[in-house]
């Protein structure tokens, strides 16, 4: 089963398929277009929820004088969870929808969690370095947004601009490129999200009682040494390393995302229950 896109009270949100609700949740810059070469997969075994988070892709951003910390993020993303009546799913996010997977995590509103380069556990270097390359990403998709077709429509020209996060750049389709240059150049919280993120402190992960998995690409520039920090965290986390993948694999290797996601859902079952 298939429905449309729904417009709630502050976001945005698609929905396929029958079985445990799964919530997936994009980086910041992307939208739900960074979780399509999956969600085919992923809807035949669960009703799959993917949202734009405040600010990005068709969402508005959090109100006035709101900052999109992680746990702001989380909060509206609870309201949409509690207007589609369910108290608990199942999570996958990357990037900051992983950070933000834990934070819903330690709300108790997750069944399990596959956090994949969750961010938010950099040292103070390691959140310069990334603030200054996400801002430089901008400032790059703002130039090529104008030709945003013709660049994304090669394999050599979606390795341009993806290739600092997807070790398989060329494998997005030019639609769903397009759609993400043009989210990471237009978004209106992208700004104030990155900025955000350089002091924004992880808290209250030592409260998750649901499974996670811990999710990481050997070859991220970003996030490679941040995600397993995490493990000292989350109480009975567990890693998986993904070594010839980088920051964002869904695209990469889209049916190992889904055997990964579907798989420890399924294994941890019992436990989140």
């Known amino acids: 089963m298939t429905n449309p896109a729904h417009r709630t009270s502050s976001l945005v949100r698609k929905r396929s398929g029958i079985g445990e609700p799964l919530l997936l949740l994009h980086g910041v810059g992307e939208s739900a277009a960074g979780w399509r070469p999956t969600q085919d997969a992923l809807s035949k075994s669960f009703d799959v929820i993917v949202i734009d988070l405040p600010g990005f892709g068709d969402s508005p951003a959090l109100p006035s004088g709101v900052v999109p910390t992680a746990a702001a993020l989380a909060d509206a993303i609870e309201r949409q969870l509690d207007e589609l009546g369910l108290p608990t799913v199942h999570i996958a996010g990357y990037s900051l929808g992983a950070r933000v997977s834990l934070e819903l995590a330690s709300r108790g509103r997750a069944r399990s969690v596959v956090a994949i380069a969750p961010d938010g556990l950099g040292t103070p270097a390691e959140r310069v370095y990334e603030t200054v390359a996400l801002l430089a990403r901008r400032l790059l998709a703002t130039v090529l947004a104008p030709v945003a077709q013709e660049v994304t429509s090669t394999g050599a020209g979606r390795a341009s601009f993806f290739g600092s996060d ?81 920051h964002v694999p869904i695209s990469d290797d889209p049916a190992l995302i889904a055997r990964l996601i579907t798989d420890f859902a399924a294994a941890e079952q019992p436990l989140a229950a």
């Open 166 to 246: 997807r070790s398989r750049p060329w494998l997005l389709t030019p639609v769903d490129a397009q759609d993400l240059l043009l989210s990471f150049a237009t978004s209106p919280a992208y700004v104030q999200t990155v900025l955000t993120g350089m002091h924004d402190a992880v808290r209250g992960v030592s409260k998750i009682s649901c499974p996670v998995l811990i999710v990481q690409g050997l070859t991220d520039p970003l996030l490679a040494s941040q995600s397993p920090r995490y493990l000292a965290l989350v109480p009975q986390a567990q890693l998986q390393i993904l070594p010839n993948l980088s």
